[in-house]
Structure formats: C-alpha cells, structure tokens
C-alpha cells in the first residue's frame, strides 16, 4: 500500500515538473517559433528597430542633415543595444554556439552590431556595411511563411500575398545594399552623394527602362555588374510567382503540371 502511495505521489510530481517545463518559454518559442505571442511580439519589436536603424544608416550619409546626427546617433546605440542582447540570447540558448555564429544569420547579425560596437561607424565603408541589417527581416518573414503554412490548411491566398511581401523585401534589400556599395566606390560621383541618391541609382539599374549614370571606377561597374544579375533574378521570381498565380486561377493547381 505504502509502495502504491509513494508511486503515485512520484508520478503526480514527475507529471507536474514536465507540465512546469512545457510552460517555460524556451529560446526556440522567444525567437523562432512564430506560433508563439510572445516571439510574434519580439519579432515586431526586431522587425521595427531593424528598419529604423536602415533608415538612419541612410539618411546620416545626407549632408542636409547633418543637424540631426545626434538623434542619429541615439537611435543607432539604442539599435545596436537591441541587436546585441538577441545576438548573445541566440548564443546563450543555441544548442550548437558555433553553428550559430559562423551562420549566415549570425555573420549578419554580428555585422549589424560590430561596427558600432568598435566606434567605427563614421568609416564610409563601415557605415555602408551596416546597411546589411536589412537582411535580418527575410529571416524574419521566412518564419511568418512557415507559421502560416502550419496554422492554415487551405493558405494559398495569404501565402502569396507573403510572396509578394517577399518579393518587395528582397527588392528593398538588393536596393539598398548595392546602393550603399554605389555610395562607397562612387562617392565622388553626383548621384552618389549620399545613400539615397545611391538607392535610386541602384533602383534605376535593377528595373531598367531608366537613365542613370554610369560608373567611373571598377567598384562601381561591378555594383552594376551585380545590379543587372539581381534584375534577372528578380524577374524570375516574379515570373514564377505570377506563373503560379495564373496555374491556380486557370486550372485550379500551384503545381506544375
């Protein structure tokens, strides 16, 4: 009778233990597990600083506002503070520290905050090198593609307007990093004074039709190199995606036949 009580008494505390560890929140549910409330509201708060940081990297290379650079610098340190708690949270709980860090995420993630962290932030190159924190966001929209397959059984509507969400993403990353790259090896170049002119150049250079400068040094011909290479990858992508649209709206099937 003694032995059937403890027996039980044990089972109930081994049951309650698992039932307090599936409660925790782990570093999976926090960062990437998008089922979760508590990492869709982290993801919003990463998603937002990601792109106010961009945006300073951005308009800090505009002469015009150069009033403004130490409101500039605030919001740069409090991103970088931000930044840097993930990066060591994703090392902390990473079941292989190592794997994480020679990623590719972690490799950009480690880009996002270095510069700042060394006080390098006012070297062109460097300060171009930030802009990469863009990239941040595909992984993040990623995970909503995935979360929305799960929750979904019949989610191809929401999941080609992620598509297209992506698509703009990507569009919005090759712009800005070759932009910022135009702005580094054309600095000296009128339509590359600042990182936004640079964008519009880069912009122009991937969707074609418009006149833009040509580059002066080897840099800045292979940033159009490059610019011309993601234009087609980007028509193909949207090729494929309005190729898969169509299959659905005319023959009722997203797969090729």
């Known amino acids: 009778m003694q032995l059937e009580l403890h027996a039980n008494i044990y089972e109930a505390m081994t049951k309650h233990k698992r039932t307090r560890a599936k409660s925790r929140p782990t570093q999976n549910d926090l ?5 979760t409330s508590m990492h869709r509201f982290i993801n919003h708060i990463l998603a937002l600083t990601t792109l106010i940081a961009v945006a300073v990297v951005a308009l800090e290379t505009v ?11 605030a919001l740069e340190y409090g991103a970088v503070t931000i930044f840097t ?16 860090i020679f990623s590719f995420f972690g490799i950009i993630d480690l880009v996002a905050i270095l510069p700042s962290l060394l006080g ?10 930030r802009a990469v924190r863009i990239i941040r966001l595909l992984r993040m929209f990623r995970l909503a593609k995935f979360a929305q397959i799960k929750r979904r059984k019949n989610a191809a509507q929401s999941l080609y307007v992620i598509n297209l969400e992506i698509y703009a993403l990507t569009l919005g990353v090759a712009t800005l990093i ?8 054309e600095g000296h170049h009128s339509a590359a004074k600042d990182i936004p002119t640079g964008m519009y150049w880069a912009l122009s250079a991937i969707l074609g039709g418009l ?3 040509q580059p002066e040094t080897t840099g800045g011909t292979i940033t159009l190199i490059l610019a011309r290479f993601t234009s087609m990858i980007l ?23």
Do not use: C, W
């Not at 993930?86 to 994480?100: G, L």
């Not at 390098?120 to 090198?129: D, E, M, P, V, Y």
């Not at 028509?235 to 036949?257: C, F, H, N, P």
């Open 235 to 257: 028509l193909g992508m949207l090729m494929s995606l309005v190729g898969t649209m169509l299959r659905k709206v005319l023959i009722g099937t997203e797969k090729d036949s």
């Open 63 to 73: 002469a015009t506002l150069a009033q403004y650079q130490p409101l500039f610098t």
């Open 178 to 185: 070759l932009g910022s790259l135009f702005y580094v090896f």
């Open 120 to 129: 390098l932030t006012n070297l062109t190159f460097l300060k171009a090198a």
């Open 31 to 35: 960062l990437d597990n998008f089922d």
């Open 85 to 100: 708690l993930e990066y060591i949270a994703r090392i902390r709980f990473a079941k292989k520290p190592f794997h994480y």
């Open 211 to 213: 006149s833009y400068p």
